[in-house]
C-alpha cells in the first residue's frame, strides 16, 4: 500500500479513509476510491476556495464600511497568531463569508443521477435521469429569503434564523456534501483575515464585474482590485 501511495501521500488521512472504504469494497478498489477523494479535498477544493475568497473580497470592497468592520475584527483575532482556534474568533467575518456563498456560491449548479424511477414534484423522473440542483436559484428565491438580492451578512450572524435543511447549500447536501466543506471555510477564513489586517480593497473606477462559470462561479476577465495598506 506504501509504494502504492508514494512516500509522501498524507498518510493519516489516507490511511484512514482506506480503512473506511475497505469495509465497503474490495481492497483495489478501496484505494482507488481513497486516492480520487484525497485528490479532491486537497487539489479540486482550491479553485472553489479561490472563487470564494475573490467574491468575498469583491462584496467587501463595494462596502468600506462593513470591510473596516471585518477589518478590526481580523487584527483582534490574529493577535494570538494564526491557530486551530481561529475561525472561532471570526464570528463576524465567518457571517460575510456565509453570506457570500449564498448569493455567490462557488459552484453554482450540481447533478444528481437518479437510481430508480422517482417523482419530482410533479415531475417524473426515471431511472439514469440527470437532476440539476442550482444553489445560484435556491439561495436568491423571493419565496425562501426576505431582500434575497441585498447582502446581509446579519442573517448569518449571531441566533442563526431557522431555515429549511436544503434552503441553503453552498457545498451540497445531504450524503454527497462536500468533503472539504470545513477546511474549504477554514482556509479561506485564514487568508481573508491575514490580508484584511493588512490591507484595504478598494473597487478599480470603471470595471463592471460580472459572474461568469460553467462548473464553478468565477468573475468575467478576473476580479482586479486596488490595494493600499492600513
Keep these: 500500500m506504501r509504494e502504492r501511495l508514494g512516500s509522501d501521500a498524507p498518510d493519516d488521512f489516507v490511511t484512514a479513509m482506506i480503512r473506511a472504504l475497505l469495509d465497503q469494497f474490495p481492497r483495489e478498489e478501496a484505494i482507488e476510491l481513497a486516492i480520487d477523494n484525497a485528490a479532491t479535498f486537497y487539489l479540486a477544493g ?74 419530482l414534484g410533479e415531475h417524473e423522473v426515471n431511472s439514469g435521469d440527470l437532476v440539476s440542483i442550482w444553489p445560484w436559484i435556491i439561495q436568491r428565491h423571493r419565496n425562501l429569503w426576505d431582500e434575497p438580492d441585498a447582502f446581509d451578512p446579519d442573517r448569518f450572524a449571531g441566533r442563526r434564523q431557522e431555515r429549511h435543511r436544503f434552503q441553503y447549500l453552498p457545498f451540497g447536501a445531504g450524503p454527497r456534501t462536500c468533503v472539504g466543506a470545513r477546511f474549504a471555510m477554514a482556509e479561506a477564513l485564514t487568508i481573508l483575515a491575514t490580508w484584511l489586517s493588512q490591507w484595504r480593497f478598494a473597487p478599480v473606477p470603471g470595471r463592471k464585474v460580472r459572474p461568469s462559470g460553467m462548473v464553478t462561479l468565477r468573475q468575467e476577465g478576473g476580479l482586479p482590485l486596488m490595494l493600499s495598506t492600513r
Design 46 to 119: 482550491h479553485e472553489t476556495t479561490a472563487n470564494l475568497t475573490s467574491w468575498t473580497l469583491f462584496v467587501l470592497s463595494e462596502q468600506p464600511e462593513l470591510q473596516e468592520r471585518v477589518a478590526k475584527e481580523a487584527r483582534s483575532a490574529l493577535e494570538n497568531g494564526v491557530d486551530a482556534g481561529l475561525s472561532d474568533r471570526l464570528p463576524f467575518l465567518r457571517a460575510v463569508v456565509d453570506e457570500t456563498l449564498r448569493l455567490y456560491p462557488p459552484v453554482p449548479r450540481f447533478d444528481r443521477e437518479a437510481v430508480g424511477p422517482d417523482m
